[in-house]
């Protein structure tokens, strides 16, 4: 599976296909950034390590005030329509582990493989969007990414990510670099939705996290938020009813409530 920093097919920011803004990479495999990183780990248009660079010279609008995307501007057809759900991954797949990076600690949440199996069985496509702010500050590499993520995917019985999820977009950068695909970015998801021709209206950004949330609203697609148990904390609960975002307890009862109300319409 190819890697690059942004799309790695199709155009950006609308913009034609040149040599300069677009590399062409096998796959659908994403580290979706541009930002700062350590000395001799990027080089555009080059690789370098385990990541490719590309530029992208334009960011786009995350205000809280966009309009939601009708199916028709993402260029869905009423008879198509097709349906997603975006995934973050630390606290919603995997057990939360600060700043994690060695596979021996990886442990998927219960129920996580049975709610996405049910998920992929009623005909969503999954997407896998993960901030990994750790790479972006010097604290581990790319590769301790993938190696946790390939340790995630034997524990969801798949030979690989690619075989699992439709697409996978590694936000590296730090809190404090510039934002191109970190969350709450909305960036992965519109063009996401656009190149996979998915209808706004049947997606989801579902995580355990505020910025999560407030991608997925920015986005315009609906949003269902996990962990909402009685240790949830009082600023994220505050937050996700002033927003009116839907708590529920794990990825499993999310998943049984999308795949219920989809199945019920």
């Known amino acids: 599976m190819g890697h690059a920093i942004g799309p790695g097919g199709g155009r950006l920011n609308n913009k034609p296909r040149t040599r300069e803004n677009t590399l062409e990479i096998p796959g659908r495999h994403r580290e979706c950034s541009r930002g700062t990183f350590p000395a001799g780990k990027v080089a555009a248009g080059k690789l370098a390590g385990n990541m490719l660079s590309c530029r992208v010279e ?42 994690l990076h060695t596979p021996e600690q990886v442990e998927l ?15 969503f496509s999954l997407y896998l969007f ?45 809190p404090d670099a510039p934002m191109v695909y970190r969350k709450p970015s909305p960036r992965y998801i519109l063009e ?34 996990v962990g909402c148990t009685d240790e949830e904390p009082l600023e994220n609960r505050r937050l996700r009813e002033e927003k009116g975002v839907r708590g529920h307890a794990d990825l499993a009862a999310a998943v049984r409530a999308i795949v219920g109300a989809s199945t019920a319409s």
């Open 130 to 174: 993960t901030n990994q702010s750790g790479v972006g500050r010097g604290m581990f590499g790319l590769d301790a990414v993938h190696a946790v993520n390939r340790r995630m995917m034997e524990l969801l019985g798949a030979s690989s990510d690619s075989d699992f999820f439709a697409g996978v977009c590694i936000a590296p950068e730090a």
């Open 109 to 123: 949440i219960a129920g996580a493989k049975a709610a996405l199996e049910i998920a992929r069985a009623a005909g």
């Open 192 to 225: 996401t939705c656009k190149a996979d021709r998915l209808d706004p209206e049947l997606c989801w950004m579902i995580g355990d996290s505020p910025s999560d949330w407030e991608a997925g609203i920015a986005a315009g697609i609906n949003v269902a938020a």
């Open 58 to 99: 334009d960011h786009l609008t995350t205000g809280s005030n966009r309009k939601t995307p009708t199916a028709e501007k993402a260029g869905v057809s009423s008879v198509t329509r097709r349906r997603a759900l975006f995934l973050d991954r630390d606290g919603t797949v995997i057990v939360h582990i600060p700043y």
